[in-house]
């Protein structure tokens, strides 16, 4: 028997420009078009005492949600001798005011003094303050699935298995863009099926959704479903690459909304990393100078992903613009649709979907918030032969003001793991067998200057279920989650520095005091 598929026959798709603020991007001043109002920003302290960020000078009353038209015209770059797509500004586009993440821009950021304030004060450790109706233990919380293709059914399994060990929780509604997939949630979970996710959000009977959609429709859709008053976890990265600007208003949304948002880095939630970052946090090894790890794997599985339906095409069973978003507007091919990892418009490569499980880790157990600056290397270096555009090398140093770096690396040419380690003044901390590092490490061996080794034994888990019992908790509890929205937005810009490094060949930098991205 069908599922019952709701709003599926004889009614228009709706684009998310309807209800989302919609970007465009220039690469090569990376200009996000929005309608801003004038403002300055400014700071009297040093950037090394800055750990938020100041709101503009003049920012009177709440930032209202404008829509924005993508800039028309197309550009083309390279890497690795590949032709990309790009946005670019020319003198037809409509007049709009711009804000760029240039050396030049002089726009600031979209936020209201009060708002921008919240989000501020929650990166320097004011109280997290959540509201929303506060779930007892015996009400049943109602989940909703954005997306529910390799990650999202991932999730949805993750739920069923908590479900079945006792957790008080049930699948309320799916939502895809493949009607496919959809029919195939929904048969499985017993859900309504929604083919907008609008419409999975104005239902009274969820109260969380899960984001697990391609990276730039995730901010989108989270803040559409904040503002609709649900909790919120989604998938990393935050956002895409280029998505700064809308990724700081997500965390000022919640914030300013009160929402609880758990960003799905689950390696926050490893046991092994809980016991690094109180050795850390201790002093075992003194102040920390120097990170250095990598990511490695053995093949390209990870963008080139099976094509479901090779005969898929645009109409009543996908919806091709709401896959696409505020990205360009390209012609539908399979290949994108499905394999949407290779290309630049909607994700980075090892920068954004590996290094986020590496990377995160050691922000939480070092307890950094926004780098200085960052220098990102790399190419297509192994994987030549197909319409790759997204580096498969991909590197990454990133200097922070309390004076330390962090170097990483990655690669898919083998999966043979080098040793990381944390090293301080007093000591070096490695870390044997990550292997997957979503689901911690071997042992932790502690190398002090003066003294004996140790080494702690360490268990490997399940921390995607963890992950998600430590949002549902806090759901419940209207805590602060182990990877709350602010979190979520340090990892983010540190990714997005690198990443817009390699592309433009430049260092990119931090200003402090704009809480921005130069490059």
């Known amino acids: 028997m069908r599922p019952a598929i709701r709003a599926m026959e004889g009614d228009p798709f709706i684009h998310p420009a309807e209800v989302s603020p919609q970007l465009s991007f220039d690469t090569s001043a990376f200009r996000t078009v929005w309608k801003p109002r004038e403002g300055r920003g400014?700071?009297?302290?040093?950037?090394h005492q800055r750990e938020g960020c100041r709101p503009p000078a003049s920012f009177p009353g709440r930032f209202p949600i404008r829509h924005a038209s993508i800039v028309p015209g197309l550009a083309r770059r390279t890497l690795g001798g590949k032709s990309l797509h790009v946005m670019r500004h020319d003198a037809s586009s409509p007049q709009t005011h711009t804000e760029t993440t240039s050396a030049t821009r002089r726009t600031p950021s979209?936020?209201?003094?009060?708002?921008?304030f919240l989000t501020s004060a929650a990166a320097i450790g004011f109280p997290f303050v959540a509201r929303g109706r506060v779930l007892g233990a015996n009400d049943r919380i109602g989940v909703g699935f954005i997306g529910v293709g390799g990650?999202?059914?991932?999730?949805?399994?993750t739920l069923r298995k908590l479900i079945e060990s006792g957790e008080n929780l049930r699948v309320a509604a799916v939502n895809d863009v493949f009607r496919y997939r959809l029919e195939q949630a929904a048969a499985s979970t017993g859900a309504a099926a929604f083919r907008r996710h609008q419409e999975l959000l104005a239902r009274p009977d969820v109260d969380v959704v899960c984001i697990a959609t391609p990276d730039r429709l995730h901010v989108p859709q989270a803040i559409d479903a904040i503002q609709a008053g649900k909790d919120v976890y989604c998938e990393k990265p935050m956002g895409h690459w280029t998505q700064f600007a809308v990724s700081k208003r997500f965390a000022e949304e919640t914030v300013r909304l009160g929402r609880v948002v758990q960003i799905g880095n689950q390696g926050?939630?490893?046991?092994?990393?809980?016991k690094v970052k109180e050795l850390v946090r201790q002093g075992a090894v003194g102040r920390v100078q120097l990170v250095n790890a990598?990511?490695?794997r053995n093949g390209d599985w990870g963008e080139r992903m099976p094509i479901a339906d090779p005969e898929a095409k645009p109409g009543p069973d996908l919806d091709w613009d709401a896959f696409l978003g505020d990205a360009p507007k390209v012609p539908f091919s399979v290949q994108r649709f499905f394999s949407w990892r290779k290309y630049l418009d909607y994700a980075g490569g090892p920068c954004t979907d590996l290094l986020p499980h590496l990377f995160t880790p050691f922000v939480s157990a070092i307890g950094l918030k926004f780098p200085s600056r960052a220098v990102g290397s790399g190419g297509i270096f192994k994987y030549t032969t197909y319409d790759r555009e997204?580096?498969?090398t991909f590197n990454m140093c990133l200097d922070y003001p309390e004076k330390l770096s962090v170097v990483i690396v990655s690669t898919l040419a083998n999966d043979y793991v080098t040793e990381p380690a944390i090293h301080g003044d007093e000591g070096t901390l490695t870390l044997q067998n990550p292997g997957e590092w979503n689901v911690g490490i071997d042992s932790i061996t502690l190398i002090p200057r003066k003294g004996e080794r140790q080494v702690?034994?360490?268990?490997?888990?399940d921390t995607t279920a963890a992950h998600w019992l430590d949002f549902l908790r806090c759901v419940r509890t209207r805590e602060k989650p182990?990877?709350?929205?602010?979190?979520?937005l340090h990892v983010q810009a540190a990714l997005n520095m690198a990443m817009l490094s390699l592309l433009k060949d430049k260092v990119a930098k931090f200003d402090f005091a704009k809480c921005d991205i130069e490059i």
Request: charged letters at 20%; proline letters at 11%; hydrophobic letters at 35%.
């Open 110 to 116: 979209p936020f209201s003094r009060r708002s921008f």
């Open 390 to 392: 997204v580096p498969d």
């Open 482 to 488: 182990v990877s709350d929205v602010q979190f979520g």
């Open 268 to 274: 926050n939630s490893s046991p092994a990393w809980q």
């Open 151 to 157: 990650r999202g059914g991932s999730h949805v399994a």
């Open 42 to 47: 400014g700071s009297d302290r040093p950037a």
């Open 456 to 461: 702690f034994p360490m268990k490997k888990a």
């Open 294 to 296: 990598g990511f490695f």
